[in-house]
């Protein structure tokens, strides 16, 4: 089901009221919550500066045996994010790099999409060759995405969410459903990222749509602590604003398949490292200082596509 809101402004001001009556001290728990996000920030920059993987790394052949040291699912946990080495050999990858190469360019894909924002929802391209193409069934990526490797790691991440809870079982984590993605292609130094910074999976929804505010419910509860990022409950059954660029499907990860190796600091993709941001954010929108219309910059663009900006209100 769609979520269909007539007047936004309205909506968010009379949906602010009811979670400040439901959370009398917002203030004093959010800067708890504040506190507790410079902390982990901290320990992340102190991590990063004494050389340290800030974002977890695991070997696929541990995943295969499954022999993945508990304290390293604890981290993925906290991190909410984690990077699997060796899913395919360097053969394979690079072999599937060179037949996406070959297709672009005898396709004329790069002139056809110069100076064209692929992605029309989240921002626009800096660079005069495009960096997203609108490529989904190209043969490396039909291959990649049926292959068992690819298959075996999904499964191994769906695991980490707790699947069952209050009675109830909200999703299969053995089962992974085929997503279909784009293809992004991005020069050696391109000083472009291709993506304005957003937040995926809803934006104003979290906060107005019943569904949402049930995922959400330790937080608007004031017990932030007992949220966990990797519960399922209620996440199959939100609804999210009408889109053409919004996809139904309840998705565990955002990932993305590696073909080439990426150097740090390049900036293909970066991440905010911290499971639990989204308490920050959530209860950031309700403070007295928040523009009453207002939820720290979540938009519903246009009739298609909700985005969050996470620079705002910080």
Not at 37 to 59: K, L, T
Request: proline share 5%.
């Amino acid at each position: 089901m769609h979520l269909v809101i007539e007047n936004l402004p309205e909506a968010i001001r009379s949906t602010k009221q009811q979670l400040r009556a439901a959370l009398p001290e917002y203030k004093e728990i959010f800067r708890e919550v504040e506190a507790d996000m410079r902390r982990r920030v901290e320990e992340i920059v102190s991590e990063r500066e004494s050389g340290h993987d800030v974002i977890p790394i695991v070997q696929y052949a541990d995943v295969a045996s499954g022999k993945v040291p508990a304290q390293l699912v604890a981290k993925i946990k906290a991190r909410g994010a984690c990077v699997v080495r060796e899913t395919f050999s360097t053969e394979q990858a690079s072999g599937w790099d060179d037949e996406i190469a070959a297709y672009v360019e005898s396709n004329n894909l790069d002139a056809k999409l110069a100076n064209r924002a692929e992605d029309k929802y989240f921002g626009t391209l800096a660079a005069a060759k495009p960096q997203i193409y609108g490529i989904y069934w190209s043969r490396p990526q039909v291959e990649a995405r049926q292959s068992e490797s690819l298959t075996t790691a999904r499964v191994f991440l769906n695991n980490l969410w707790q699947a069952e809870s209050e009675g109830v079982r909200h999703i299969n984590p053995n089962e992974a459903p085929t997503y279909a993605d784009r293809i992004r292609r991005r020069s050696p130094g391109s000083a472009s990222l291709g993506l304005s910074p957003h937040v995926d999976g809803g934006s104003v929804e979290r906060w107005l749509d019943d569904n949402f505010r049930k995922v959400y419910r330790h937080v608007f509860a004031g017990n932030w602590r007992k949220y966990n990022a990797f519960d399922a409950a209620y996440r199959p059954e939100v609804r999210e604003v009408p889109s053409p660029a919004v996809c139904s499907m309840f998705r565990t990860y955002q990932g993305w398949t590696a073909l080439t190796r990426q150097g740090k600091g390049d900036g293909t993709l970066q991440l905010i490292p911290i499971a639990e941001s989204m308490v920050y954010v959530l209860l950031r929108a309700i403070q007295d200082d928040v523009p009453e219309d207002d939820l720290c910059g979540a938009l519903r663009v246009g009739p298609f596509r909700s985005a969050i900006s996470i620079t705002a209100c910080c």
